[in-house]
């Protein structure tokens, strides 16, 4: 993409509304624009990361045996009137009237929906366990929407849903999606924490909030330094070897970790070596938790027994903030000159940037090396503007692509590119095909 | 994709709400299930179509030139007011009060929102034209939804809009639309006419409406059979040359062809030898027209000139039903024992029949096929269960995949499988290794 053909209406000053330095950033470099209070429209460059993120997220779920499904936004309020809830949701709750004054209301989670779907189409234990999962716009009405997308109103989630013959088979799933969630954040460039959370009336113990650790994070955490240090998050796991998942799961949650509300100090004393004690804020980006036959019961969601009768089934549900990650990530890596994208979320993989636009020599070289660079199968975002130099330093650094790739008339006559990495500023100067050979690299 | 592991709640009975094909089909098939009146969850089979739908307009809007943006589903009421919409639109739009009594809205159309984003963000005539689309949920609260997802009340819809600086270049960017929809639509395995749609008090002639040909379409279609005959809808062009574009549109607009509320017998039989007059039903799938400066010039939008001064931007909007689509694929391709998909939007590539699970031998030649199948890139459907085989044919012909690879012990004895294309029910009897040279190529 040629930045002169870029729909990219970056700012030079810091919009004041913006308390937090991912909505600071996500405004400047012209990611979203606020459409009405805690509501966003992305405009290309911040579409291009949700799209990003939403398809690593897509990938570890698939991977991990789950099928994605859609439903819709807007739900019946009959639907959830069965359980109660209607009435018992709080405010957050979008509530709307048809032209037919039917009740409805834009869907703040959809436990009921899904849950439906399955009674309706599950009859025997020989089709479970079902993992089934959606990515879809929901709304919450905060009081007080701030933070950009981190806390909006309309807001991107997935949601998966696990359906289960029993407790034993349902805790297979549930670590599934534990590590599931270890690598989703993990491909993303995070170090997401897994903290024991409140798992409500139905215990267990199979709850937890994933937390990325974030000096502006909404949550005080507590855990063990080896988390910080640990760098397997990501590792790859066979999702057929209940052991091996299993294993995963016991590893990371044999370690202290926990949020304000679950924190106990005498424990976190007594468990961790003071020298490994960590304190500090941290951001949810997922939470999984297990529920039982909350749903399934009064919903009539039975399988037939393989020795006769019927039994409801053991579910869970595991959500990851998709919109709300865009921010979470460039509140974890970013500097004084702008956002520092991880490479898997990047919105371009490179900015090519032309010293001179009015040097003939120097845009034949530019041209050409963009042409190299999609051959190879990147994708950069070519900064062929006239624009002076500093200003495309500027921007450049502000929307924080993973590499620079910087072609002048000097460096030409010596046959060298300069070569920069954002997230260290080291610079070297090579050849275009040395530069080339080094992006391709990964 | 294993059968037995995949979500796909196919139904026996056609269910009675259903009055259309599609929609019987849909429901039947497990693509969808209705959540509310005129409101549907799409399951895995009817996501993967969807989502197909969905990508092979994304490319061509992307290879038009223009950029993927997304707006949010709910809008301020505010907003819709500065042109005086929000009271001139009827019930059909979705009208929220939110938790602080503020008119809020569910929308059905994104003008207003677009070109305040273009005029925030964009100042100088150099920067045009500006293509701007995104894929998005709308709702529309029809009185009576019905036909499935033809006629739903919360449907997926890609909406483009041109910003122009003047009606010259505004024609040039409605042209390379109109080639847009010829090449989305053909991709799609339809043939997709474009009819002279009203146009409104701007004039112009710059509206069309790109119908599809099906008996069970909503409107009346009068146009020259030499579209029918036509082969060359997904002709290649190059958007950057404005003669050629405009030479494919030229073409296209020749010929007669008009819905009911534009139709004129005189000019039809004047124009049309009698035995190339065609007369059906056609189902709209998209809609483009140039509407001028109507938002535009209230709302603002307007470039600096290059001789000094202001000018409003000229606009047009592009519109293309993509759940709509799936429905309307349907009525326009489908047979007594089903779905009958198009290549390019099926769900998956084929289907791998195991006629005897219970074999071991069969089984291990299926699983080594199914292995194969992948190992090609290639997308199949595993029917692994021990169905008996009659259930399996007439699922698979109901789901409709383009092929099916069916293999039973009585064939591996002499080294044969049989493939049947699902379109022309055409099968033959070949050795594994040639059915996916077969299907290989495509």
């Given at each position: 993409m040629r930045r002169s053909r870029f729909f990219l209406p970056t700012l030079r000053e810091t919009p004041k509304e913006a308390e937090i330095v991912s909505h600071r950033l996500m405004l400047r470099a012209g990611m979203v624009r606020q459409a009405s209070a805690g509501i966003y429209s992305w405009l290309p460059l911040g579409f291009r990361v949700l799209k990003k993120i939403e398809q690593i997220v897509r990938e570890e779920e698939n991977r991990a045996g789950a099928q994605e499904v859609l439903m819709p936004t807007i739900q019946s309020a009959d639907l959830w009137r069965e359980l109660g809830r209607y009435d018992a949701y709080g405010p957050e709750m979008l509530r709307i009237k048809d032209r037919h004054e039917r009740d409805m209301l834009y869907g703040p989670t959809n436990e009921e929906l899904i849950t439906h779907i399955f009674a309706n189409s599950v009859k025997s234990y020989r089709d479970l366990p079902q993992l089934l999962y959606h990515i879809q716009w929901k709304?919450?009405?905060?009081?007080?929407?701030?933070f950009g997308v981190m806390r909006g109103r309309e807001f991107l989630m997935k949601d998966a849903y696990s359906f289960d013959l029993d407790f034993e088979s349902a805790r297979r799933s549930y670590y599934k999606f534990f590590v599931a969630y270890l690598r989703t954040f993990a491909r993303m460039g995070l170090k997401a924490i897994p903290m024991e959370a409140e798992s409500g009336p139905?215990?267990?113990n199979l709850s937890h909030e994933f937390i990325i650790l974030a000096d502006t994070g909404e949550s005080d955490v507590f855990c063990d330094r080896e988390f910080l240090e640990a760098d397997v998050l990501a590792k790859d796991v066979d999702y057929g070897d209940d052991v091996a998942v299993a294993g995963v799961v016991e590893r990371f949650t044999s370690l202290y970790a926990?949020?304000?509300e679950k924190h106990d100090g005498a424990a976190f004393a007594a468990e961790v070596?003071?020298?490994?004690?960590?304190?500090?804020?941290g951001i949810e980006v997922g939470h999984i938790f297990y529920f039982g036959t909350k749903y399934s019961a009064p919903l009539g969601a039975k399988v037939a027994l393989p020795e006769g009768g019927e039994s409801e089934v053991h579910m869970g549900s595991y959500g990851v903030g998709v919109s709300r990650l865009a921010g979470a990530i460039i509140e974890a890596s970013h500097d004084e000159a702008g956002i520092v994208w991880p490479d898997a979320v990047a919105p371009f993989d490179v900015a090519l940037i032309n010293l001179k636009a009015s040097d003939a020599a120097c845009t034949a070289a530019c041209d050409e090396a963009y042409a190299k660079l999609q051959a190879a199968g990147l994708?950069?975002?070519?900064?062929?503007?006239?624009?002076?130099?500093?200003?495309?330093?500027?921007?450049?650094?502000?929307?924080?692509?993973?590499?620079q790739l910087v072609i002048g008339p000097r460096g030409l006559q010596n046959g060298v590119v300069e070569l920069k990495r954002r997230a260290t500023g080291a610079r070297e100067e090579v050849s275009l095909d040395s530069a080339l050979a080094r992006l391709t690299d990964g």
């Open positions: 709304f919450r009405d905060e009081v007080r929407p701030r139905i215990g267990g926990r949020t304000d070596p003071e020298d490994r004690r960590y304190e500090g804020r994708d950069p975002l070519y900064e062929d503007s006239d624009e002076r130099a500093g200003a495309k330093f500027a921007e450049m650094d502000l929307i924080g692509l993973p590499w």
